[in-house]
């Protein structure tokens, strides 16, 4: 429902609103009521303003959710649902902002989490010498993903020199994405919390800066086993279980994450919207 007039010029928080008939949208068979301002005769709909404002393929946008979840790429689901591949990745843009403001909400929510863990899953953008990585916090007790961000790092090991003389110098954001993922959901976690992770050298100056007083437990990582799509451990019982287990279920769900897959990640930005829809689909739907 509007709550006022979208005439920017038109300042009156509170407008006086005219209902104004009815036209019929077609693309998903809905009478929408129309509104008329008394202050500045502007004209306007209840679908003004929306998220979905002028798309004309509604009907698909919640079947295109699941699908984008479980692990579908986008020709796939261009080529079952019958649109063009451009109409995915704009419905990708506009679901996972969606997402984002359904995550907001959800993180608002939950206050007082007193048991973290977080990592990061390597990646690629379209080729191994520009490698990406998405750090990830979960709640231990319910798995339930806290956020999700993407940063460029350098390329390293042995394809390190090779990546340098073919794209140049690549630069490091990932200190920035953990900021940002502690920035994000400091809010709902307990002062004292307990957070688990693995010994990598970025990540207990962030968590001393975002959360003094919390507990920061780091473990070894171990040799990741073939049934765990390489992110479950070859443990008896492995204490980073919960973040393992989602990056598993992020390997197994969104196709551009896949082990050995054909299809790459063309621009971060695309990964992130992808990941923002998987986490409402799996925060909602799976656990
Ligand atoms: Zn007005």
Redesign the pocket.
């Known amino acids: 429902m509007n709550t006022?007039?979208?005439?920017l010029?038109?300042l009156?928080i509170d407008?006086n609103l005219q209902k104004d008939g009815f036209y019929f949208r077609k693309n998903d068979s809905r009478r929408i009521q129309r509104y008329k301002?008394?202050?500045?005769?502007?004209r306007f709909s209840k679908s003004t303003g929306e998220l979905e404002y002028k798309q004309k393929k509604r009907r698909i946008n919640n079947i295109l959710f699941k699908n984008l979840a479980s692990g579908m790429s986008i020709r796939r689901c261009a080529l079952n649902l019958n649109i063009h591949q451009i109409t995915v990745k704009r419905k990708l843009i506009y679901l996972a902002k969606k997402a984002r403001l359904h995550h907001a909400e959800y993180l608002e929510k939950i206050r007082g989490l007193k048991k973290v863990q977080f990592d990061d899953l390597i990646t690629i953008e379209h080729t191994k010498l520009k490698p990406l990585t998405v750090s990830c916090a979960v709640d231990s007790e319910s798995r339930m993903i806290l956020g999700a961000q993407v940063a460029s790092i350098p390329a390293f090991g042995k394809i390190a020199k090779i990546s340098r003389n073919k794209y140049g110098r690549r630069e490091n954001n990932h200190k920035i994405a953990l900021e940002d993922l502690f920035n994000q959901i400091k809010s709902s976690l307990d002062p004292q919390v307990e957070i688990k992770s693995d010994k990598h050298k970025l990540y207990p100056q962030v968590v001393k800066k975002y959360l003094p007083e919390a507990k920061h437990r780091r473990y070894k990582g171990g040799r990741g086993c073939v049934t765990g799509q390489g992110e479950l451990k070859r443990k008896i019982r492995d204490p980073l279980f919960s973040i393992n287990h989602t990056y598993a279920m992020l390997r197994a769900n969104i196709n551009r994450l896949f082990r050995k897959s054909w299809n790459t990640t063309k621009d971060p930005q695309m990964l992130k919207n992808h990941l923002d829809i998987y986490i409402q689909y799996h925060n909602t739907l799976l656990i």
Request: with cysteine; proline share 7%.
């Open positions: 006022g007039c979208p005439n010029k038109c009156k407008n301002c008394r202050d500045c005769g502007k």
